[in-house]
Structures are given as C-alpha cells and as structure tokens.
C-alpha cells in the first residue's frame, strides 16, 4: 500500500466513531486531544496539569492565557533600526545585492524568532493562532521585500490573534505588507486595482462566491473603488491615505449603496452571515475535522457575529462542540510541518541552541514562514503529504534521533557552499543537506550562515533516559508491554499501523514510533 493509501486508510478509521459532548473531568488522552489541537504536541506534564479537570474550566483558561501571552524573547534588532533605503534609490547592482542579502539574513533572523517562541512558549495556543492568520491573510516576502514590514504585519496578527476579527481585517487591509502584496498601494480612481478586493471578499471574509460568498464581480468592481488611495510611504513603509487618489463616487456594494471608503466597504462585508460562517467554517477546520458540520457552523457563526466578531468566542465554541470531542475526530487531521517540527521537538524535550536548522526543515517540508505558496495560503490537509513528503517527514524524525543515538561516534565534515549559499550534495550533515534543499527551502545567507545551521545541528540533544523514565522505562530496556502501549497512545494519534521487532530499546524503539504513518496524524 502507498504512503498515501495508508494515510486516506487512517483518515478514514479515525471517522468512524461517534460524538460526545466536552467531559467534566478529562482523561488522560482527551487532555492530550486538546492540547494537541490548541498548540503542538504537549509534553506529559502539561497534560498531566489538566487531566482529571472539567474541559469548559480548562478551555475558558486556555484561551484567556493566550490573550495575555506575550512574547518570551525579544525581536531581532533589525525590527527597531532605521528603514532600509527603498530599493528604487539604489543605483549599482552591488549596493542592490547588498540590499537583497540584507532582507534575505532579517528574514531569517524572524523566521528562528519565531520558531523559539512557538517551540517555547507557555501558552501554544496563542502562537498557533498568529500562525492560523499568517495562513489566513497569506502575504509573502518574496514580494512584500522588506523584512521590517513583515514584522509590522507579524504584529497586527498577534495584537488580535484571539482578540477581535473586524479590527484585525481593518488592520490588515491598512497594512504595507498586504498593500504590496495585492497591488492595492497604488491603486487609484482612473484604475482601481481588483486584486485586494477580490481576495477581501473571496479567501478573508466571504469565500468563494459559488459557495454561499453571496457576491459578484460587479460587487468587487465597486470595493475596488472604495479602497483606492490606500496606499503606502515608500520613505519608512507606512501605511498613508492620498485623497488626490480616492474615488469619491457612489458605490454600490452587496445592495448597499454610499460614499464608501474602504473602511465602509470591509464593514458591509462583516455585516452578511456569510463572513461569521466563513471565518468559523476555517476554524472549524483548523482545530475539529477537515469536514465542517453545517449545523453546528451555523450555530457558532451566529453567536461569533452576535459578539462583535470576538474570535476568542468563536475558538471557545469550537473547542467545546461536541464534534471537538468526538472519538471519530480524533486523528482526523494531518500535522503541517511546522506542527510536526515544533511538535516534535517540544514534546521529546529536544535541547538546541539555535532554531534555524528547524526552520529550514519546515520550509524544506513546504511550510516556509513568511513565504506561503500565494495568496489562498497553504492549503493544508491531505495536501501536505505526498509519497516524497511523508518519506522526508520520516527522515526528519529519523536523523534527530540517528543524531542522538550516534553522537560522539562520528565528527561533521567540511562544509562546502554552492552557488547562492545553496548546501553541496554530499557535504555537511544529511539533515542540513535535506533541509537546504527542495522547492520550498529558503536561501542560507552565505558561509557563516551554513556555519550556523552546522552548529545548531550539532548541539540538538536528547536525553532518552530522562524522558522515558516519566513512564517508568529505561534507555537500555526494551519496554514492556504496557509501556508498549502507554508510548504507542502518546506519541500517536491512532492506532499504529507497523508492528515493532521485538527486543527494540531505547531511543530506537522511540525512533521507530515516529516512523509510523500514525506519527503524521493529530
């Protein structure tokens, strides 16, 4: 049977059961359900901490917890330095290059920022959510350039990433980054620009308009006119208004009528069900099943609008549904990279001294921070394993655990630099290797960069005995068959789908768990 087959084959398994409402005293694995669902993969202890409680006491603290979360480290320097120079007023290619490396090393510097705070992080929750609205209002620097702006957009999502939904489209429909993605920084009255009201209507409030958007291309003619003259300053990449660019006019937007402006236009939007539905409809598929029920859409959507559009609200609502606990939705999602990256790392306890090598295996994985495929974002789901995917997410597990197992038997060899700060084929590490290659993996800022990635690689470490005496196992025994057992429910999502040869101990018996397809689910 195909990778695939096998995972479509678990998928469908884990739909099978039936629902249940959230319990008032959690066991042991439906703790490990919610934690798993609301951040990446728990470690014991914090499951420990909410199992035997009631969910909705544990849900309202969750969520409450994550609004309160702040950062644990600072940001990278460059986020508080002077604006680059634009672009445009650089006149050698060299000064041009420089300028490309530059956006190219801050680039980098955010993406292991960010990393270390999801892996990290007391309150997963709360990262989860700027990741689910980095997705959501896809925007990417391959296009946007500068990395400041990035970060400015980084924070508008966090401010309101369980706050409030009308503020935070207004803040992303006003800012640099998104205005440069979707051409909207220069859209003005003799020639709206349509992208950014398309995308508004299509992939961030309404969907798509044959299923239940409820808008026309007529509707976006009109929004387009509205948002002209949002536009940005190119000095210090601030968002500025320019009347001398606005239409003025009457429009007419999904039956109403007015002097719009864009902010007029984003609240006539809000205002149709289809948006609360829309939204919830995501995060239905987000944290339950990648199959919404209607009903109960229907039911959170109402009372998502009927709040103002408080996202926490509608997180709340979905955590405790009874799909949300339902046995048959358990497994029922696939883990994207940088769920299976962090997740890993945090739930083993992996040590590291630099996130980088992390950040490039996510990228390598198709999930490059700051960098989605378009504008509709990962699609996520089904769509993130395929047979060479599932055999690299394997790989991944493999050489972090191959490392610790043959740590001090082996040095690392010179590492050689290809063209554009590229790994060579056949030196440096398998991981580095791996990691720096592939469609999706982001450029390693020159020599010392690679050098960098080489050191962190060399400074993950784990302690096999540490962790698994938690259960009542040792590094150098093979575990019994209860423990067997106790590992397989958590470390996997369902049942697996390989036997273990016996006499398999320690970290290979560790290993070769999250070798299974099962390891994939969540």
Known sequence: MTPARVM???????????????????????ARHLLVRTGFAPTQAEVDRIAGQDAQ??????????????????????????PPIPNTLLKSKEEQLAMRQQQLRESLELKTWWMREMIETPTPLAERMVLFWHNHFATSQQKVFRSQAMWHQHQVLRAEALGNFRRLLHGVAKDPAMLVYLDGANSRKEAPNENFAREVMELFTLGEASQGGGYSEQDIKEAARAFTGWSIEYADFSYRFRPALHDNGNKTVLGQSGNFDGDAVLDVMLEQPAAARFITAKLWKEFVSPV?????????????????YDIATAVRELLLSPAFWAPAN????????????????????????????????????????????NVKGWPGYTEWINTATLLERKRFTEQLFRAVELRGESKEPPIAMGPGGRMLPGDGSAMMQNAAAGPGAPRLPGRDGIMRVAEGMAKITFDPEQWLSQYGGHADREPSDELKARLARTLLAVPATHDIAPGTVGVAYLRTLTLDPAYQLK
């Open 330 to 373: 358990r497994g029922s999602l696939i883990k994207s990279p940088v769920d299976l990256v962090v997740g890993t790392v945090r739930q083993f306890g992996f040590s590291y001294t630099d996130t980088m090598p992390f950040v490039l295996k996510s990228a390598q994985l198709g999930q490059n921070l700051l960098v989605p495929p």
């Open 8 to 30: 479509a084959a678990l998928l469908l398994a884990a739909g099978m059961a039936a629902a249940q409402a959230a319990p008032r005293a959690m066991t042991q694995a439906e």
């Open 57 to 82: 006491r544990v849900v309202a603290d969750l969520v409450a917890r994550a609004q309160a979360a702040r950062p644990l480290y600072p940001p990278p320097d460059f986020v508080s330095e002077p």
């Open 292 to 308: 919404p029920e209607a009903r109960e859409v229907e039911r959170i959507a109402q009372d998502f609008r009927a709040s103002g």
